[in-house]
């Protein structure tokens, strides 16, 4: 594997469910990012980890839940979702700190709540 | 705080004619300017990026961009556009100061590119 890989790559879910996105990264960066992209809206910045320290929570409700247990891997837990949240979810992934520390995106779990 | 604004949602050419997509941009501090492009239900991808050095800045597939401080634009240009160019663009900010990046990337609202045969 390469780059960055999410999955489920779709997933369809009911509000009462839990769930889990799964985010892997093998550039050796140190920071991941958790992005929610809605039709006809700009990508917005969910959550951000350096070094496994959320640095950034850009006022996500709580039905989302990050957990970052390595530098490698990115989880965003799912519950008690709404209709509205069906989103195309994207991670990404970055060397803070260098030169060159550009976001490296994954595919994107296509997120649909009924 | 930074902010981009991306003028079209919708950008239309005939294959072989130039591409231009606009992006303009507001930042305290000096900033770091992307152009990630979105093909259909992959991720993004990254043509290019300024970060104070040359402020024409050539990126992958025949792209170049722009960066003109006196009128905060930074527009993404191809000389012929070609059918695989067909995706959605966006403009990112990031803030940037002494040479430490905060790591935030501010999007715009996106282009959609159509190219006609």
């Known amino acids: 594997e390469t780059g960055v890989t999410q999955t489920p790559r779709h997933l369809v879910m009911g509000m009462t469910n839990k769930k889990s996105l799964k985010c892997e990264q093998h550039l050796g960066h140190n920071a991941m990012y958790w992005y929610k992209q809605s039709a006809k809206k700009p990508l917005e910045l969910m959550f951000v980890?350096?070094?496994?320290?959320?640095?950034e929570n850009n006022s996500v409700p709580s039905r989302f839940s990050p957990e970052c247990p390595n530098s490698s891997h990115l989880f965003l837990h799912l519950h008690t979702l709404q209709p509205e949240d069906s989103a195309l979810y994207l991670c990404a992934s970055s060397q803070e700190g260098a030169e060159r520390d550009e976001q490296y995106f994954g595919p994107g779990t296509r997120l649909t709540v009924t | 705080a930074q902010s981009v604004t991306q003028l079209g949602s919708h950008v239309s050419v005939s294959e072989g004619a130039l591409v231009l997509l606009r992006c303009n941009y507001s930042?305290?501090?000096?900033?770091?300017l992307f152009w990630y492009v979105q093909y259909p239900n992959q991720g993004l991808q990254l043509l290019l990026k300024y970060t104070s050095a040359a402020t024409l800045v050539k990126g992958i597939n025949g792209f170049e961009a722009e960066f003109k401080k006196s009128e905060t634009s930074f527009h993404l240009t191809k000389p012929s556009a070609h059918m695989s160019d067909a995706a959605e663009y966006f403009c990112?900010?990031?803030?940037?100061?002494?040479?430490?990046?905060?790591?935030?990337?501010?999007f715009g609202q996106g282009t959609i590119l159509t190219v006609h045969p």
């Open positions: 930042s305290s501090v000096p900033p770091y």
């Open positions: 980890y350096n070094f496994k320290e959320q640095t």
């Open positions: 990112a900010v990031s803030a940037h100061a002494g040479g430490t990046s905060y790591g935030k990337l501010t």
